[in-house]
């Protein structure tokens, strides 16, 4: 367990947005003070960081992650993809069940869980399959599934092509109170589609998938949830008129969430730079208009979080093209430098309302207690760089899988420090990384 006195850290407070320094002392994994009007005394035997140029804040909650294990460590392991996390300022974060064996019964669940208390340097939640196999027709057992710790259920990768399965799955995800966390996507409409369908597509002499293609399942869905009363969640949305379905589904009353990916609202199809699948994802780029849209949904509380769809893959995986290319990109790493860089020093969005979407929205949404820098309570925080300017490097990533669309990029906002539970999980601070830490987090350092 850490000790550490944090001097003059930028402390964001809502709703008004400004910001005050603040010192923070941590006694043993623990916060033992914490001042915003005058410095804290120093502590005999504690080492002191000045954090002048950083913004603290809890750690953040990243619904949306692929481990890759069971089954595909060739692409992350549990170890990497936490320590990736960590990298990023996550100190929670949930992994989805398209791995192989398919988490898609409680042994499965039970046996992974034991593994993540012994690997993962952060906190991980498990989202199991709606379906045997996640194949879109005989429903798991939701309730077991619940015993065994599972925090939502998930086909991720896969939407649900028959109604009448998936309006089962909502009523008996309402009986034992999980949320069905939706891939939304008419398999008749994208059939075989790399990119969106757009002119870019057509440029391309490429198969596009359309919006409508999310907007349809959507669609469906929120009909099917509102008759069900269950929490029904959509994954990485993409598109405008998916946006607009939530947001009058949310007018409602609806138990209807969603989230957007760090590249959604940065990239479009224009963006796309040759041949390269770093750019392939799915759902996949849309149009100028759609990230506007989005954008938009951060602000007006239409989009409920920020999640990164972590989806590691091989570089002789992503080598193959936009035709040939698996889908999906990793995230965990660059996300808040890049939502800070491109939306918050652009004034598209403030800092007080991003640290919200990827902090503390994730918690409420699960009906959880968020973590809080308060006296009395685990040490469990990010601080965030605003100052200096880093590219985007593949040496420099902690995950295994470097397949981003963001290389080289400059940008304000990597964390340099991340303490989950009282411990270290990541820094790249000398201060910190020169000080004795546990046997399980001192090669994350």
């Known amino acids: 367990m850490i000790s550490l006195l944090i001097r003059s850290a930028q402390r964001t407070s809502d709703p008004d947005g400004r910001s005050s320094a603040t010192d923070i002392l941590i006694r043993d994994g623990w916060i033992a003070a914490i001042s915003s009007d005058s410095p804290l005394p120093s502590v005999p035997g504690v080492p002191e960081l000045d954090a002048r140029h950083c913004a603290v804040s809890t750690g953040f909650f990243d619904l949306h992650v692929h481990l890759r294990e069971p089954g595909q460590s060739h692409k992350e392991t549990i170890t990497t993809g936490t320590r990736a996390a960590a990298r990023g300022g996550f100190t929670r974060i ?207 509380g239409s989009i409920d979080v920020i999640a990164t769809d972590h989806a590691p893959h091989t570089v002789s995986e992503k080598s193959r093209g936009l035709l040939h290319a698996p889908f999906g990109v990793i995230g965990l790493e660059t996300a808040f430098p890049l939502l800070y860089t491109e939306l918050v020093l652009r004034g598209q969005l403030t800092l007080s309302r991003l640290l919200e979407l990827l902090a503390l929205r994730p918690y409420t949404l699960m009906n959880r207690k968020p973590p809080q820098l308060a006296v009395g309570q685990p040490a469990d925080l990010v601080l965030l760089d605003l100052q200096t300017a880093i590219p985007v490097t593949a040496s420099e990533l902690r995950s295994r899988s470097s397949n981003t669309p963001f290389f080289h990029r400059l940008l304000r906002g990597w964390p340099v420090l991340t303490l989950a539970s009282g411990r270290v999980a990541y820094s790249g601070l000398d201060t910190v990384a020169e000080m004795p830490l546990s046997a399980s987090t001192a090669d994350t350092v």
Not at 158 to 164: H, L, M, P, V
């Open 94 to 300: 949930a992994c989805m069940p398209n791995t192989r064996p398919v988490l898609d019964d409680p042994d499965t669940l039970r046996m992974l869980s034991a593994r993540l208390s012994e690997e993962a340097v952060i906190s991980v939640d498990v989202i199991a399959a709606v379906t045997h196999g996640s194949q879109g027709e005989a429903l798991t057992d939701f309730a077991a599934l619940a015993r065994a710790g599972a925090m939502a259920l998930s086909d991720d990768g896969r939407g649900i092509q028959r109604a009448s399965v998936m309006r089962l799955a909502l009523a008996e995800a309402a009986k034992v109170g999980l949320p069905i966390f939706a891939h939304c996507e008419d398999e008749s409409l994208s059939q075989k589609g790399v990119i969106h369908e757009g002119v870019t597509a057509h440029d391309r002499c490429l198969i596009g998938i359309p919006s409508e293609s999310e907007a349809v399942h959507v669609a469906r869905d929120i009909v099917l949830a509102e008759q069900s009363g269950a929490h029904y969640h959509v994954c990485h949305l993409s598109s405008a008129q998916s946006l607009q379905l939530v947001r009058d589904a949310k007018h409602r009353g609806l138990r209807v969430t969603c989230e957007v990916t760090p590249h959604h609202l940065l990239l479009c199809d224009h963006d796309i730079v040759g041949d390269d699948g770093n750019f392939k994802m799915n759902p996949p780029l849309r149009t100028k208009a759609d990230r506007e849209a989005l954008v938009a949904g951060l602000s007006d």
